[in-house]
T-cell receptor, first 111, second 114 residues
């Protein structure tokens, strides 16, 4: 079955700096890779996703890159703000299967 | 429209009692997922309902856990003979179709087993 690893487990950055979180997956059949943000006490919310037929997707300050050959994908947040502080989860799935989540990264943006 | 809803929002029970957690997915969503999230931890997959197909129960931690989905809509997660280690937030999510669409999460049910 699919296995998703995520690094780092915690990340602290200064406000305005960039943050990068990396995930690796094991199942080459996986074709959908979402990223979720979970604030304290809240439900996970999708912030960006990428499908296996593209290598990069960007939405304002957030971008995701995918390397299918190496089986890894990364979340990039630029110009970080205090409200970006949260736990971020990556996930992978293949068609018709369940989502497999990474263990999460706790991002702290320091003012 | 309305999002995914779950009830109750909080449940406190005594060890050994049975509990039922309910999930109402977004209307028309064919896929429904249950996850467990212990404090400060990640999302542990429990079970996945996909339309009329047999559910994927591979994540259920023991035979004390079961779930059903009636009429392709509402789902109930049942935990029998609860143990203290069952204490966690139970999250439900739904997607519009079987493919890799956006997963919408409910607010969760916080279960505390005393």
């Amino acid at each position: 079955g699919e296995n998703v690893e995520q690094h780092p487990s915690t990340l602290s950055v200064q406000e305005g700096d960039s943050a990068v979180i990396k995930c690796t997956y094991s199942d080459s059949a996986s074709n959908y890779f979402p990223w979720y943000k979970q604030e304290l006490g809240k439900r996970p919310q999708l912030i960006i996703d990428i499908r296996s037929n593209v290598g990069e997707k960007k939405d304002q300050r957030i971008a995701v890159t995918l390397n299918k050959t190496a089986k890894h994908f990364s979340l990039h947040i630029t110009e970080t703000q205090p409200e970006d502080s949260a736990v971020y989860f990556c996930a992978a799935r293949s068609y018709g299967q369940n989502f497999v989540f990474g263990p999460g990264t706790r991002l702290s943006v320091l003012p | 429209g309305a999002g995914v809803s779950q009830s109750p929002s909080n449940k406190v029970t005594e060890k050994g009692k049975d509990v039922e957690l309910r999930c109402d997915p977004i209307s028309g969503h064919t896929a429904l997922y249950w996850y467990r999230q212990s404090l400060g931890q990640g999302l542990e997959f429990l079970i996945y309902f996909q339309g009329n197909s047999a559910p994927d129960k591979s994540g259920l931690p023991s035979d004390r856990f079961s779930a059903e989905r009636t009429g392709g809509s509402v789902s109930t997660l049942t935990i029998q003979r609860t143990q203290q280690e069952d204490s966690a937030v139970y999250l439900c999510a739904s997607t519009a179709r079987t493919g890799g669409n956006e997963q919408f999460f409910g607010p969760g049910t916080r279960l505390t087993v005393l």
